[in-house]
């Protein structure tokens, strides 16, 4: 039997690596100037290769190690470093740092006691502009009717999806995982899925193997480098997508059946500028202790409110990190993720935005497990907290595309929403601090205001509070989980933590900018119920992997100070 001809690298090029994906065909060897194909299909000339789907894969990104890494860490920082967190430190303008610090250095230098009290001043009028703004979207929100428009498709017309599922220490999440994915409302042969499992991931690796994984699925591991965040994960799988359409889940993610059907539907009746639409997002878990009651209320406000306000306003939409279904070549083109921002969706939506595409919000929702642990939690909102600082700083340094700098939809959602949440959340402790000090001490740190000033600091604190308690209360009626409701009146401890959380990330952003810390999941009882019947469903038993369901030695598992780790 004749040795196959040997492989030559120079006939392949990285940037079709998604095409011979698609094709499931690339070429592969050359003899006397006769071209062989490596393919999953039949061979049409003995100098051809046929191999099996997932060797087919295995090949290409063997072939294309060394690009598919350097495309995942700094391909956005490269082609458009303005884009990019990795050098937000240094592109900060020195200049504009140290005229704000003159200025205001010197009022307190001056007037100290007059500059602190308009600080107060400026600080409480930021904080109503953002409670003001999330009353103004949930009326809005209130008042839409109409879902985005569909276009019914039959499964033949159906567009293949690339699913990408970044992984980390997630062993106890796989069976829960293959089930849900198994049940989604759309042909086996249209999907493409990719497990994103980290080299240094061997237990959750075991675990995809013992599972026996359908042939749908797809191993890529991802080589250990720096920083070790999901957007570079993602970033791999992108490269090798096969879907006309990429979607993320998450581990512990359980899409609505229906979901991936709706989003094709809604691409196909809209036009080419819409490059992404959104699922919302809620809990499995909701009234597990009163963290996760407070935590399902949060995200009733935002996926259920907010965005789709947003949507209607054509504002720029912060995506949520899962469920988000894009066009894979709009999304190719956008430069994929930013492996150094933390918030890589937000950043995202935003980027898409600014290049004159759409995202639209689908009736859809995808159901993950809420934090019941409060250490958790607060890894968990201080990544979102500095995600969100350096997403504000990443755009508004784009000020200069007049696009932005003129559009009141770019002010709402880059300033207001996303740099607000950080704001409000850093600022919040510090006005009641005012508060305190004067009740306690009956000396007013904005003594030298005029009155009506004085008052409506006051005013402005207190109805920003209690907007967000209302917001918080109202929000669970529209999902018809109204028992949560009186979850709300802890909304003002609920809002302390938040402005913890906001703190340490402003820490990290200083000292660790792209550190990603690890949210922990499969800690819930009801986690722990889902990967018992989803074991069961495969006739399978539990079995070391479920030790991640104990949180004792968890401290432990994880790497001291290491760079940052996918989700």
């Known amino acids: 039997m ?3 001809a040997p492989h030559d690298r120079t006939l392949q090029e990285f940037r079709r690596l998604r095409k011979y994906r698609r094709d499931g065909r690339a070429p592969w060897t050359r003899t006397d100037d006769r071209i062989g194909f490596l393919t999953i299909g039949e061979a049409d000339t003995p100098l051809d290769r046929t191999v099996s789907r997932a060797a087919f894969s295995e090949m290409l990104r063997e072939r294309f190690a060394g690009d598919l890494k350097k495309e995942a860490i700094d391909g956005l920082a490269i082609r458009a470093p303005e884009d990019s967190a990795r050098d937000i430190g240094r592109k900060v303008d020195a200049t504009q740092v140290l005229l704000a610090t003159a200025v205001f250095g010197g009022g307190f230098l001056v007037a100290p006691e007059t500059a602190t009290a308009y600080g107060v001043l400026a600080a409480s009028l930021l904080f109503v502009a953002v409670a003001t703004l999330r009353v103004g979207l949930a009326v809005i929100a209130a008042r839409l009717r109409s879902a985005a428009p569909r276009r019914a498709l039959s499964p033949d017309d159906l567009p293949v999806v690339t699913i990408l599922v970044p992984l980390y220490r997630e062993a ?31 237990e959750t690796l075991r675990e995809a193997l013992r599972l026996g994984l359908p042939s749908a699925f797809d191993l890529i591991i991802v080589p250990t480098s720096s920083p070790r965040t999901k957007p570079k994960a993602c970033n791999y799988g992108l490269a090798c997508a096969a879907g006309d359409l990429v979607v993320i889940y998450d581990a512990e993610d359980a899409p609505q059946e229906n979901q991936l059907r709706l989003a094709a539907e809604t691409f196909a009746a809209g036009d080419e500028t819409l ?18 009651r407070l935590f399902a209320l949060e995200y009733c406000l935002w996926f259920d409110h907010l965005l789709p306000a947003l949507d209607r306003l054509g504002a720029p939409l912060p995506l949520g990190g899962t469920s988000n279904v894009f066009r894979t070549e709009l999304l190719a083109e956008a430069g994929g993720w930013d492996p150094h921002n933390v918030t890589e969706d937000a950043d995202l939506g935003l980027r898409l935005s600014r290049r004159g595409l759409r995202t639209a919000v689908i009736d859809s ?4 497990e809420a934090n019941c642990r409060t250490g958790n939690w607060m890894r968990q909102r201080s990544r979102w907290m500095k995600g969100f600082m350096q997403t504000w700083l990443v755009h508004r340094r784009r000020c200069h595309d007049r696009r932005w700098r003129r559009n009141w939809r770019t002010v709402i959602s880059v300033d207001l929403f996303v740099g607000g949440a950080a704001a409000a959340a850093l600022l919040n402790p510090l006005l009641l601090a ?51 409701a009186p979850a709300a009146l802890l ?7 938040m402005s913890a959380a906001a703190w340490r990330a402003l820490f990290q952003l200083l000292t660790r900018p792209s550190f990603w810390e690890k949210t922990d999941h499969g800690l819930s009882e009801e986690a722990q119920a889902r990967r018992a019947a989803a074991l069961q469903e495969l006739g399978l038993e539990p079995d070391a992997a479920s030790r991640h369901f104990g949180g004792e030695d968890r401290a432990a598992e994880r790497p001291a100070r290491r760079e940052a780790t996918p989700k």
Request: hydrophobic share 45%.
């Open 365 to 368: 929702t995808t159901y993950e």
């Open 275 to 292: 490059a992404c639409v959104q699922a919302k997002l809620n809990f499995y878990n909701p009234d597990e202790t009163w963290l996760t």
């Open 2 to 4: 004749n040795e196959p």
């Open 434 to 484: 005012v508060l305190a000090a004067e009740a306690l001490t009956g000396q007013s740190p904005i003594a030298t205001l005029p009155e009506p000033l004085r008052l409506f600091n006051f005013s402005a604190l207190v109805a920003g509070n209690l907007a967000f308690l209302g917001l918080a209360a109202f929000a669970p009626f529209k999902r018809r989980l109204g028992r949560l």
């Open 172 to 202: 106890h999440a796989l069976p829960g995982l293959i089930q849900a994915l198994g049940r989604l409302d759309y042909p086996d042969e249209k999907l493409d899925i990719k497990l994103l499992l980290e080299e240094d991931d061997g």
């Open 491 to 497: 909304t003002p401890v609920y809002w302390l933590m």
